[in-house]
């Protein structure tokens, strides 16, 4: 990409920067001299963005669980305010942001399908139109009290239970048999609304064949229809019932033919979803036989820095991209760039409950060069495992120059994090 002739002046609505990806947005936003207009609620902007409001320059308050309110008024301030772009870091808003940045004739995924790209069921339907490899749907059960009313005898275990429209491993079960089934469901249907703005989720609960090999994700780039990935990350997670990612290594330390499969799929979710502009993050899992099976996609950046993993590998930010497409700024020969190097992160996660006293995250790796830290727990909070992306310690993030080196890096800093719980 040539970097020259951006306009520093131009503004951008990001829909609610909270989060691990909205820090990063916004400091990519501030960084690339774009003026930021968020959209948020008086609440969030007065307790969760306090520690970004350095990086904001207006702001527009609107009640997100009033969808189509909340979309008249960004479209309406956006051209009073002359926006040329519109970003979205908070996965639970990608709807009214592609609808948003339809409505002002900007660059964005298609709107028509963004209840696909949020709801999981829709989305089980429109990839499985499209013929890709999926988990095989079992059930779906819209009340929870009506689980009996289930053909029980005919599902398939090991499977996964989990709510259309929740993120973060929030209400996910993996059973292995039927006997924690109706726990499973009640577990996935306790959360009604998203936090922090209220919005209604739906009441369908998912029950699918669970995929058991490797996890993975692709982080990629539309434009005009053609789908641009930077590339593979590998993803670990918690075992047991609940899975929660504990780290991420990109680009993923596997061979070009897996590689090219995964893409491949991920290429075909993208597309069926109709993310034509616009950033994507596709999430895959290895069946049995070693084949990849889309597990969701949606229009929005990753989270959990990944995005600070690729830029580290590649040295081209995924989320500066994102931002220049979003104005115009971005040339239409466009290609990502390929990774140097191998970076990663790696979550410290409660293995006891109690209260949080300390944490010591290395500062130097025998095989990797540290990168930066962060203790996330206040001291003195109270900490339990859990099985969520929410019960995290802190992180670090490190690179690598080859495989064998990041790889033994996430076991050296595991040996040598130390975390005090009373």
């Known amino acids: 990409m040539n970097a020259t ?79 040329a772009g519109v970003v979205v870091a908070w996965e ?31 989305m089980y339907r429109t990839l499985s139109q499209a013929r890709c490899p999926l988990p095989a749907l079992q059930a779906v059960l819209t009340n929870v009290d009506k689980i009996k009313q289930l053909p029980l005898e005919g599902l398939t275990y090991p499977l996964v239970v989990k709510p259309a429209e929740n993120a973060a491993s929030f209400g996910v079960s993996v059973l292995e048999d039927s006997k924690d089934l109706v726990q499973a469901c009640q577990d996935a249907a306790q959360w009604t609304h998203e936090y922090p703005h209220g919005i209604p989720f739906s009441n369908e609960i998912l029950i699918q064949e669970y995929i058991p090999g490797r996890e993975f994700s692709v982080e990629g780039i539309s434009i005009s229809g053609q789908y641009l990935p930077w590339g593979v990350t590998m993803k670990f997670t918690t075992s047991g019932k609940a899975r929660a990612e504990t780290g991420h290594i990109f680009p993923a330390p596997i061979d070009t033919r897996l590689r090219d499969e ?139 120059n080859d495989e064998q080196s990041v790889l033994s890096a996430m076991d050296e800093l595991s040996q040598l994090t130390k975390v005090d719980i009373a």
């Not at 931002?323 to 409660?350: C, E, H, T």
Request: proline fraction near 5%; hydrophobic fraction near 40%.
């Open 92 to 122: 639970f808003l990608t709807d009214i942001a592609a609808e948003v940045a339809q409505q002002l004739n900007l660059c964005g995924p298609d709107a028509s399908l963004s209840h696909a790209r949020r709801n999981k069921h829709f």
């Open 5 to 83: 002739n951006i306009e520093t002046n131009k503004s951008i609505l990001v829909i609610e920067p909270i989060g691990m990806g909205g820090e990063l947005l916004l400091k990519t936003i501030r960084s690339l001299g774009y003026h930021a207009v968020i959209a948020t609620t008086e609440h969030v902007y007065n307790s969760m963005l306090q520690n970004s409001r350095s990086m904001i320059d207006e702001a527009i308050f609107v009640d997100f669980s009033a969808r189509e309110s909340a979309i008249e008024t960004l479209v309406d301030e956006s051209k009073r305010k002359g926006v």
């Open 262 to 400: 995964i893409l491949a799929v991920a290429k075909q979710a993208v597309i069926a979803l109709g993310i034509t502009n616009g950033i994507s993050h596709t999430e895959v899992k290895l069946d049995q036989q070693g084949k990849p099976r889309v597990i969701e996609s949606c229009s929005r950046p990753a989270g959990d820095y990944i995005p600070r993993l690729v830029e580290l590998a590649t040295e081209e930010n995924p989320l500066a991209i994102y931002a220049r497409q979003a104005v115009g700024d971005l040339y239409a020969d466009f290609m990502p760039a390929a990774p140097k190097r191998y970076s990663a992160v790696q979550f410290i996660r409660p293995e006891v409950e109690g209260t949080f006293k300390s944490l010591a995250i290395p500062s130097r790796l025998k095989s990797a060069e540290i990168i930066e830290t962060r203790i996330t727990a206040p001291v003195d909070s109270q900490v339990k495992p859990g099985s969520t992306n929410i019960e995290r310690l802190g992180w670090a993030i490190f690179t690598a």
